[in-house]
């Protein structure tokens, strides 16, 4: 069963006569921490394919279909090792694309058929969705479009592009990558909105990596230093230790060009200073 | 730590290119590039150092970090106590340099003839370019650091893969060779097309040379195929003279180090282009059970169309290899049978194993495998 806030009835009209964010709680899920979850916000246009739907009118499986299922497999075994655990990845599905919002209840329906573990679901226009990131204390902002997360980075949300590689890669291990570069470095020019963003996050992710051991592990960090030696490397490697995250591998990369050992890590996304995926 | 004032992925896309390196060697030398290098090297975080070459410009060896430094007591920390013990003394011991291990002095030998070739040709990047590869976890990562940092080991490059396959990074840099104390990754290396081969720790060694890097290689299933160690091994010595007088005139067949060889060559040629082909600072040697006489001159005809020169070509005819290893004390020597990779080590030579070939069924000992 699904409970609309703050609307009644028709919720596809009343949208399109506000412009404003709306929140619908997805009650097949339960509700995380608001104080201790991590809350992830995932575009519906990069989890679910558009376009491509079944007979039923449920869409079928997009880019970032694995990484769900791979924050899903975090949050199951942090449970498993301790139930009472609060700290928790949770999802929130946002659309700010006005076509998939006249299929909202098309959306909710998609997430509920494919049993994925999406807290809420928020529906904003373009020009609100960073309104609604602020709102639902979004900590990472991920989506397959550009110009998003660089508007959502700029506002001060730690954003991350998805793309092709994230379909590819495990859904039973959520695998993410640090780009040491230019990445969280306390003494590096004034601590902005964005940097103070990605070292909260940076500090939960590796407090979730500390429950689990060297092997087996449902989460996965790494660490890539593209341009300098290995003093930049070590660097990076003893900034993310002062904030609690140990890297499980690390590739110093000297100046060799990024691409073939990108391809290789199999990583679901990419997180530099806050601005997205760095181009290659 | 290193402040940035760019934003590095500009810094690197761009400009990289057009940074021109003064020749110097760990930053010992002064002169007017001095303060534009100092501002460009800053910006990677590498100042006063050379900038480490392209991959696929550069000779790339890639080493593990077992094989770099001598790391017995925390694998027996791995082994007795699981890999959360062993992460644990490694973070530790963190200030504790590791010591050297058999592939040190060949490292350090490919540092001293790139200094060698930044003096002659500043702006090749036609270079040996050291990476470490190791399935090692980044938890041991500081320690390594530490340790390049304390014998002032010239590596930028790095692959930690906590535990997956390093092949597809071995691939990705272009590795030309590559050593590790795990034969099963040298197999899978080898399987991939990679010149590769194990090394051992061996507790007597002797001194190498300082000023020329000297490599040694065996000829049958090491450069060449091992299609005469077939026959030899299926029909005896007789068999195997007759087989190859009478193919005398057949190239055998490439072996997996046949590539490294050429790589070496091609240096050399730099050298011999500036007046210094009587003092090159790398020396190889073709050390085989081959005679002269007969079998042997099927693998010099081999190697002269292949256009490969080797320095010195060795005929034992069968005789022991160790004595006339201990007289060239290469930097490294590269045998496919444990046998004589044994014998070498016993009077001391830095020996690898090159797990290629019939001989392989034939080894009289296991190799030591598993672990990092």
């Known amino acids: ?280 | 730590m290193v402040k940035m004032s760019l934003d590095p992925v500009q810094v690197i896309s761009g400009q990289v290119e057009e940074l021109k390196v003064a020749p110097s060697s760990n930053g010992d030398s002064r002169g007017s590039w001095e303060e534009k290098e100092k501002f460009d090297q800053d910006l990677l975080g590498l100042s006063g150092k050379p900038k480490p070459p392209k991959p696929e410009n550069a000779v790339t060896i890639a080493v593990s970090s077992r094989v770099l430094f001598r790391t017995e007591l925390e694998q027996k920390v791995y082994e007795q106590k699981g890999v959360e013990e062993y992460l644990r003394y490694q973070i530790e011991h963190e200030n504790e340099p590791f010591t050297p291990g058999p592939a040190f002095p060949f490292v350090k030998a490919l540092e001293t003839v790139n200094a060698r070739l930044r003096d002659l040709y500043p702006q090749s990047e036609e270079l040996f370019d050291i990476v470490l590869v190791t399935y090692n976890h980044a938890h041991v990562g500081i320690r390594l650091i530490n340790t390049i940092n304390h014998h002032n080991l010239f590596i930028e490059r790095f692959c930690m893969t906590g535990g997956s396959s390093p092949i597809g990074y071995l691939k990705a840099w272009h590795t030309n060779l590559y050593l590790s104390a795990d034969a099963d990754k040298v197999r899978e290396a080898l399987a991939e097309g990679i010149a590769a081969a194990t090394m051992f720790m061996s507790e007597k060694l002797t001194e190498v040379s300082q000023t020329q890097l000297r490599v040694a290689f065996d000829g049958d299933a090491v450069l060449f195929s091992d299609e005469s160690e077939r026959i030899f091994k299926a029909h005896g010595l007789d068999k195997f003279f007759e087989h190859e007088r009478e193919n005398e005139d057949t190239l055998l067949d490439h072996g997996p180090l046949k590539g490294f060889l050429e790589a070496l060559g091609k240096l050399q040629k730099k050298f011999y282009a500036k007046g210094h082909r009587l003092d090159c600072p790398i020396r190889t040697y073709l050390v085989t059970a081959r005679s002269a006489a007969s079998s042997g001159i099927r693998a010099l005809k081999t190697l002269r169309a292949w256009g490969l020169e080797i320095d010195e070509a060795l005929f034992l005819a069968g005789a022991p290899k160790g004595p006339m290893l201990e007289k060239i004390r290469p930097h490294i020597y590269f045998d496919d049978q444990m046998f004589h990779v044994e014998g070498a080590a016993e009077m001391g030579t830095i020996a690898a194993h090159v797990p290629y070939g019939i001989a392989q069924k034939h080894n009289t000992k296991k190799n030591t495998s598993g672990g990092k």
């Open chain 1, 1 to 280: 069963m699904v409970t609309v806030n703050r609307l009644e009835n028709s919720p596809v009209k009343n949208l399109q006569s506000f412009s404003m964010v709306s929140t619908v709680q997805n009650t097949d899920v339960k509700q995380k921490d608001a104080d201790r979850a991590v809350v992830v916000a995932v575009t519906s246009r990069a989890v679910f394919e558009s376009g491509a739907e079944d007979s039923d009118g449920v869409h079928g499986a997009g880019i970032a279909f694995p990484l769900l299922q791979a924050f899903q497999r975090v949050n199951e075994r942090l449970l498993e090792e301790n139930p009472a655990e609060s700290l928790l990845f949770d999802v929130v599905l946002i659309t700010t694309d006005s076509q998939q919002q006249q299929q909202s209840s098309r959306i909710i329906s998609s997430t509920r058929q494919h049993g994925l573990e999406v807290s809420r679901l928020c529906f904003s226009s373009e020009e609100d969705f960073i309104e609604s990131l602020l709102k639902n204390n979004v900590q990472l902002f991920l989506s397959t479009d550009r110009n998003e997360t660089s508007q959502a980075s700029q506002k001060g949300v730690l954003s991350a592009l998805l793309d092709e590689t994230a379909a590819s890669c495990p859904s039973e291990q959520l695998r993410v990558l640090f780009c040491g570069d230019a990445v969280i470095r306390p003494d590096a020019g004034p601590t902005s909105a964005s940097k103070r963003a990605a070292q909260s996050f940076s500090a939960q992710l590796g407090e979730m990596r500390r429950r689990f051991g060297v092997l087996d592990s449902p989460l996965s960090i790494t660490l890539m230093t593209s341009g300098g030696g290995r003093e930049s490397c070590g660097g990076a490697l003893r900034t993310l230790r002062s904030l609690g995250v140990s890297a499980d591998e690390a590739y110093c990369l000297a100046g060799a060009p990024r691409g073939p050992i990108l391809s290789l890590l199999r990583h679901h996304f990419l997180l530099s200073d806050g601005l997205g995926a760095v181009e290659d």
